[in-house]
């Protein structure tokens, strides 16, 4: 999950809107729906039914495919244009560790250093920095790499495939910060590790901590992520 340095703009087209973007892209470039699906590798139906006025638009995942075909970037296609971000400086103030229980999450202030990275624009009034240490989320993060995140309450409720910032409260006061993919199977949350660890692949019920453990807190949503090449 490499950082992007984009952000969608607020203003998004009407699904008409983006049916008449579409079909004029298709009518420049002589495309034929069904053609174009299936070179696509996506359903016809699901391009004809947005087209003719059955569905509302069109997934991201569909749009890219279709634009890979056209060799365009995907925005050109659903109007959705990204907007560039510019680097801001935030504070790596912690880490995210499996196992590592502390009296706090964040370090003394004299270990904290600062990090410029591209930080959409609804998020840099709260963005903040933690550093990945160990192995549970090595698929994802390796050692060293800086997660970006902003609290839940500054964004909004965490879904379906969020990387997440959990804070697991131990029943002697303790704390222990990581990082977790959030998976929701038949309506229940679960917390699932990213990693190669045989020790860090079994999944969390939040709502049934493990002994020891008093609360487990969903905290905040992770909206990237740096990864130093040279140390």
């Avoid at 139906?45 to 890219?64: C, E, K, V, W």
């Avoid at 303790?174 to 590790?193: F, N, Q, S």
Wanted: net charge neutral.
């Amino acid at each position: 999950m490499g950082f992007y340095s984009v952000s969608r703009r607020r203003m998004a087209l009407s699904p008409d809107q983006k049916r008449d973007l579409l079909r004029k892209f298709m009518l420049d470039r002589r495309l034929r729906p069904g053609t174009w699906a299936k070179e696509a590798g996506v359903g016809k139906n699901s391009l004809y039914n947005f087209l003719n006025g059955h569905s509302d638009g069109l997934d991201l995942r569909t749009y890219a495919k279709l634009a890979r075909v056209a060799g365009v970037p995907s925005w050109e296609l659903s109007g959705e244009k990204p907007e560039i971000t510019k680097p801001v400086e935030i504070i790596v103030a912690g880490h995210v560790q499996a196992g590592d229980f502390r009296e706090a999450v964040e370090w003394d202030r004299e270990d904290w250093y600062p990090v410029d990275v591209p930080v959409p624009n609804r998020f840099k009034r709260h963005a903040k920095a933690l550093e990945v240490r160990g192995s549970s989320m090595d698929r994802e993060y390796r050692e060293g790499a800086i997660v970006i995140w902003v609290d839940v309450l500054d964004a909004r409720p965490p879904r379906d495939g969020d990387h997440v910032i959990v804070y697991s409260h131990a029943d002697d006061g303790l704390i222990e910060a990581t990082v977790k993919l959030l998976r929701e199977i038949d309506g229940k949350p679960w917390l699932w590790p990213q990693s190669n660890d045989p020790e860090h692949q079994a999944p969390i019920d939040p709502r049934n901590p493990p002994a020891g453990v008093n609360t487990i807190e969903i905290k905040g949503l992770v909206v990237g992520d740096y990864r130093p090449r040279v140390v």
